[in-house]
């Protein structure tokens, strides 16, 4: 299994909901990451996870919470969100987070929150 | 801090052009170059990669060659397919760090 699997792949959400996103991959990598992308625009970093223990927050608003419950699962959990906050948030994972860190990425969850 | 410059697009060629995309990188280190490669509607996907200087990365008819005098890793590919058609990241990785610095992206359309 080569695959990093995230659902779901659409999400509509008013700006009071809560909502999560989910990532699983079960290559046996170590590092498990968020990143945010807007149209036309590159990914933007949000969270790093290693060995299940969140090592990076790029300052992320506290709307956005991050969690791994074990080391193939990730999940963004999504509350009080912006409109502005509306992307193609994309999950990714590497084998150990050092070295030449080649990155996996799963097709990503386009949010769009009203 | 890294930072990754790569050539405004779009990029439009005719099938079976000769493609070039440039890319130069600034970094502490010696950091690991790749090129990633974003179909629409779809993640990034790895298109090669390059861990020290003058290696030279290739993957699908693409290649590209890790220069530190110039500090470039520029992307070519002797003959272009509708099929490329796709947004081009290059980006760096400097070592021991988890982050992984992107360039802006460069958008390939490819005309029959």
């Known amino acids: 299994d080569t695959e990093v699997t995230q659902t779901p792949k659409h999400l509509v959400m008013g700006m009071t909901n809560k909502k999560s996103l989910k990532c699983e991959q079960h290559m046996g990598h170590r590092a498990m990451y968020w990143y945010k992308q807007k149209a036309k625009k590159p990914p933007e970093l949000m969270f790093v996870?290693?060995?299940?223990?969140?090592?990076i927050n790029e300052s992320v608003p506290s709307r956005f919470s991050p969690e791994c419950p074990n080391s193939s699962l990730l999940n963004l959990h999504l509350h009080a969100l912006q409109p502005e906050d509306s992307a193609l948030y994309l999950c990714a994972s590497s084998l150990t987070g050092t070295g030449a860190n080649v990155l996996t990425f799963g097709a990503g969850s386009r949010l769009t929150v009203l | 801090g890294d930072s990754v410059t790569q050539m405004e697009g779009p990029v439009t060629l005719s099938e079976e052009a000769f493609l070039t995309i440039n890319c130069t990188y600034t970094a502490t280190g010696y950091p690991s170059l790749f090129w990633y490669v974003q179909y629409p509607g779809e993640g990034l996907q790895l298109l090669l990669k390059?861990?020290?200087?003058?290696d030279k990365g290739s993957n699908k008819g693409f290649e590209a060659t890790y220069r530190k005098e110039t500090t470039s890793f520029h992307l070519e590919k002797g003959s272009v397919q509708v099929s490329d058609s796709a947004v081009y990241f290059c980006?760096?990785?400097?070592?021991?760090?988890?982050?992984?610095?992107f360039g802006t992206g460069t958008k390939l359309q490819v005309i029959p």
């Open positions: 980006a760096l990785s400097s070592g021991g760090y988890q982050k992984v610095t």
């Open positions: 390059a861990t020290k200087a003058d």
């Open positions: 996870y290693s060995y299940e223990k969140l090592s």
